[in-house]
């Protein structure tokens, strides 16, 4: 029943603006995130391997998120006490010589996994001591509109790559500034597609730095290169 009454969040609808306690005191979802953009990223619990290793990386990349005007905010189901105590390691595994208890983003608290089935965030397959389910890895990325832009669903046993979380923000900040695709393993710097719904005379006048077509068999010219904006 609990996995049932889950109800998750589609892209494109605007995300829950929901309240919480956090490591920074109470918060209102869309008032922390005021005009920026904004990643969730969701842990199982404090104090597990797998999540250590995953906020030590968060916490030596919160620059690059904030260069890109990204707030970040992580959730564990443990209480904001624990966040505090569990920060210290953290930092302690970043290599900090005297480890403090905060991090360079907030930590909500889900002790009740209210947010966990509010947002389709738990994990069937990985239960706690208890029995109960625990969080997956969720990676929800938030629009300055507070609309859901991207959603990424880990089990509990795979660590994320904070690295590709970065590249796909470039991916979708550019995109929505830009009438443009981003191809396969794209980076940034790299060509960007012309998308196909995009006439030949309007491809012309939106990209003067001109475009490539790919030829095809088909003889459809679907594949269309330009540089990056």
Not at 27 to 38: A, E, M, Q, V
């Amino acid at each position: 029943t609990l996995f049932r009454s889950m109800p998750g969040i589609l892209l494109g609808e605007v995300f829950p603006n929901f309240e919480a306690d956090t490591t920074v005191g109470k918060i209102k979802l869309h008032t922390f995130l005021g005009d920026s953009w904004g990643v969730l990223f969701s842990h199982p619990r404090d104090y597990t391997p797998v999540c250590t290793t995953e906020l030590g990386r968060a916490v030596q990349l919160a620059p690059e998120f904030e260069k890109r005007g990204v707030k970040m905010i992580a959730l564990s189901i443990d209480s904001v006490e624990d966040h505090f105590g569990w920060s210290k390691d953290i930092n302690a595994y970043n290599g900090m010589e005297d480890p403090k208890e905060i991090l360079p983003f907030p930590i909500i608290a889900d002790p009740k996994r209210d947010l966990a089935v509010l947002l389709g965030m738990l994990d069937p397959d990985e239960k706690d001591l208890t029995g109960m389910p625990v969080t997956a890895r969720c990676v929800f990325i938030i629009g300055p509109d507070k609309k859901m832009k991207l959603s990424i669903l880990y089990p509990a046993t795979t660590g994320r790559n904070f690295d590709e979380i970065l590249r796909v923000i470039d991916s979708l900040q550019l995109t929505s500034n830009f009438s443009v695709a981003t191809p396969v393993d794209w980076q940034p710097g790299d060509r960007v597609m012309v998308p196909p719904m995009m006439s030949e005379e309007d491809a012309s006048k939106n990209f003067p730095c001109g475009v490539y077509t790919k030829e095809l068999p088909s003889g459809k010219k679907y594949l269309r290169y330009t540089a990056q904006p």
